[in-house]
């Protein structure tokens, strides 16, 4: 539950909301109480000024058995140290709050804080913009993400960079990064700002040059990483699935076989099967350990082909998914994607994943949209885009769960978008839910 949820449900005065559990503020405030009342008893006994018998009784006995002047140096020192122990809590516990998290209020800082940091582990895997859309959503409910990205992308400025500069391609690592950002504000937009014009410049955006000058500082794509999150403050982690040159290539149902991230949609036809180039890529250890203590798996949404799928194609991310005991869902896209997903439906998502895994425990279940505008964009009929249908009677013999709920953003042009909220609400509930069976 967000701090904005609780304050709705409980509907309290902002004054009552450090009572709320879990923002270890309150311990320390008793303390500081505990401490002040043994300095008064040991004044009071020191003025010669006995306690009531009755409800401080062995008090009472030590004062007349023990020197006067004793007892109260006992009850100064530890009411003393007591109280300073609480005081020191509770400071360390208010300026643990980083002055980059925006203007909220210290209590929403301390909320966050001490609530997010015992929530689930969650394992996030993808790329592209359905990977940063989830984690824009999920980051409200826990501050223990992992974002595994997929380094096969090849086009626009992130391709550019890698081409030219021999990294990694930073694209998608940038917009997972963006997204976790605990306040998307002025240097949130700037990590994402794309410069217009200028000679070498135009197309690039400026996180991709940050990340591109760190990774030549420090030495490689996720100490460069490392050292971004710091600089956005962000709720969680980002990882590449590995540190190879991964390049894509596609194998379709003719025979073609189609080299590059950005040229597999455009061939059109129908993939047979996805393979990297080399064929064995090493994972990241951090993302198999991340995969391992995860509580949550999540994969998807995003480009079936160019953005989920490559993250399993490094074989030892795969293994680890299908072996984690974490649960594990898949995130299934709205609508078909011409050139990757023509007339692909929600068993046709879950089979090619099943396939590129090797294994059906790759997930315990999907979440589809059930939901579209009634003044859906003439745009998707132009480009062959359809809504993924949900044909249960394939979904059936697979044996996953499917969860169905509404997931789409509103809005007036029709678009079919993800929404953040929505969709990791969604995965969230089911999570609880599965726990509890």
Same mark, same amino acid.
């Given at each position: 539950?967000?701090?904005?949820?609780?304050?709705?449900?409980?509907?309290?005065?902002?004054?009552?909301?450090?009572?709320?559990? +879990?923002?270890?503020?309150? %311990?320390?405030?008793?303390?500081?109480?505990?401490?002040?009342?043994?300095?008064?008893?040991?004044?009071?006994?020191?003025?010669?000024? %006995?306690?009531?018998?009755?409800?401080?009784?062995?008090?009472?006995?030590?004062?007349?058995?023990?020197?006067?002047?004793?007892?109260?140096?006992?009850?100064?020192?530890?009411?003393?140290?007591?109280?300073?122990?609480?005081?020191?809590?509770?400071?360390?516990?208010?300026?643990?709050?980083?002055?980059?998290?925006?203007?909220?209020?210290?209590?929403?800082?301390?909320?966050?804080?001490?609530?997010?940091?015992?929530? $689930?582990?969650?394992?996030?895997?993808?790329?592209?913009?359905?990977?940063?859309?989830?984690?824009?959503?999920?980051?409200?409910? &826990?501050?223990?993400?992992?974002?595994?990205?997929?380094?096969?992308?090849?086009?626009?400025?992130?391709? %550019?960079?890698?081409?030219?500069? +021999?990294?990694?391609?930073?694209?998608?690592?940038?917009?997972?990064?963006?997204?976790?950002?605990?306040?998307?504000?002025?240097?949130?937009?700037?990590?994402?700002?794309?410069?217009?014009?200028?000679? =070498?410049?135009?197309?690039?955006?400026?996180?991709?040059?940050?990340?591109?000058?760190?990774?030549?500082?420090?030495?490689?794509?996720?100490? $460069? @990483?490392?050292?971004?999150?710091?600089?956005?403050?962000?709720?969680?982690?980002?990882?590449?699935?590995?540190?190879?040159?991964?390049?894509?290539?596609?194998?379709?149902?003719?025979?073609?076989?189609?080299?590059?991230? !950005?040229?597999?949609?455009?061939?059109?036809?129908?993939?047979? &099967?996805?393979?990297?180039?080399?064929?064995?890529?090493?994972?990241?250890?951090? $993302?198999?350990?991340?995969?391992?203590?995860?509580?949550?798996?999540?994969?998807?949404?995003?480009?079936?082909?160019?953005?989920?799928?490559?993250?399993?194609?490094?074989?030892?991310?795969?293994? $680890?998914?299908?072996?984690?005991?974490?649960?594990?869902?898949? @995130?299934?896209?709205?609508?078909?994607?011409? +050139?990757?997903?023509?007339?692909?439906?929600?068993? !046709?998502?879950?089979?090619?994943?099943?396939?590129?895994?090797?294994?059906?425990?790759?997930?315990?279940?999907?979440?589809?949209?059930? !939901?579209?505008?009634?003044?859906?964009?003439?745009?998707?009929?132009?480009? =062959?885009?359809?809504? @993924?249908?949900?044909?249960?009677?394939?979904?059936?013999?697979?044996?996953?769960?499917?969860?169905?709920?509404?997931?789409?953003?509103?809005?007036?042009?029709?678009?079919?978008?993800?929404? !953040?909220?929505?969709?990791?609400?969604?995965?969230?509930?089911?999570?609880?839910?599965?726990?509890?069976?």
């Amino acid at each position: 539950m967000t701090f904005d949820k609780f304050k709705e449900n409980v509907n309290v005065k902002k004054e009552v909301g450090w009572l709320i559990p +879990g923002l270890e503020v309150k %311990r320390w405030f008793a303390l500081i109480f505990l401490g002040s009342v043994m300095i008064v008893l040991g004044f009071m006994v020191l003025a010669n000024v %006995r306690p009531i018998y009755m409800t401080l009784e062995l008090i009472r006995k030590a004062a007349l058995i023990l020197p006067s002047n004793f007892l109260a140096a006992v009850f100064i020192l530890v009411g003393g140290i007591i109280f300073f122990k609480g005081w020191q809590k509770t400071t360390l516990s208010i300026m643990d709050m980083d002055s980059t998290e925006g203007n909220s209020s210290v209590l929403e800082k301390l909320y966050r804080r001490r609530k997010l940091n015992k929530g $689930a582990k969650i394992v996030a895997v993808g790329g592209g913009t359905g990977l940063s859309m989830l984690l824009r959503g999920i980051k409200k409910y &826990t501050n223990n993400i992992t974002a595994i990205v997929t380094v096969g992308d090849d086009g626009g400025s992130s391709g %550019r960079l890698r081409e030219e500069m +021999g990294i990694l391609p930073p694209g998608d690592i940038r917009n997972c990064i963006a997204a976790l950002g605990d306040d998307e504000g002025v240097i949130t937009e700037l990590f994402q700002y794309r410069f217009k014009t200028g000679e =070498g410049l135009e197309g690039h955006s400026f996180g991709n040059l940050f990340l591109t000058a760190l990774c030549s500082i420090t030495g490689n794509m996720v100490r $460069a @990483v490392k050292e971004s999150s710091k600089v956005l403050n962000i709720r969680g982690v980002v990882l590449p699935a590995t540190l190879d040159d991964m390049k894509l290539a596609a194998e379709f149902e003719d025979g073609r076989v189609i080299h590059g991230e !950005s040229n597999i949609p455009e061939a059109g036809g129908k993939i047979k &099967t996805l393979f990297t180039v080399p064929a064995h890529c090493k994972a990241l250890p951090e $993302a198999l350990t991340a995969i391992k203590e995860a509580d949550l798996i999540i994969l998807g949404p995003g480009s079936l082909y160019t953005s989920v799928i490559p993250n399993l194609l490094v074989s030892e991310i795969a293994e $680890a998914i299908v072996q984690a005991k974490a649960k594990k869902i898949y @995130v299934c896209n709205i609508m078909t994607q011409p +050139g990757e997903t023509t007339d692909y439906s929600v068993a !046709s998502h879950v089979n090619a994943l099943i396939k590129h895994a090797g294994s059906k425990k790759i997930v315990d279940a999907v979440l589809v949209n059930n !939901s579209l505008p009634d003044n859906i964009s003439e745009g998707y009929a132009k480009t =062959g885009s359809i809504p @993924v249908k949900l044909d249960m009677e394939n979904i059936a013999p697979i044996g996953i769960e499917v969860v169905s709920q509404k997931l789409i953003q509103e809005n007036k042009d029709g678009l079919v978008r993800h929404s !953040s909220n929505r969709v990791a609400r969604a995965v969230y509930y089911w999570y609880r839910k599965s726990i509890k069976r």
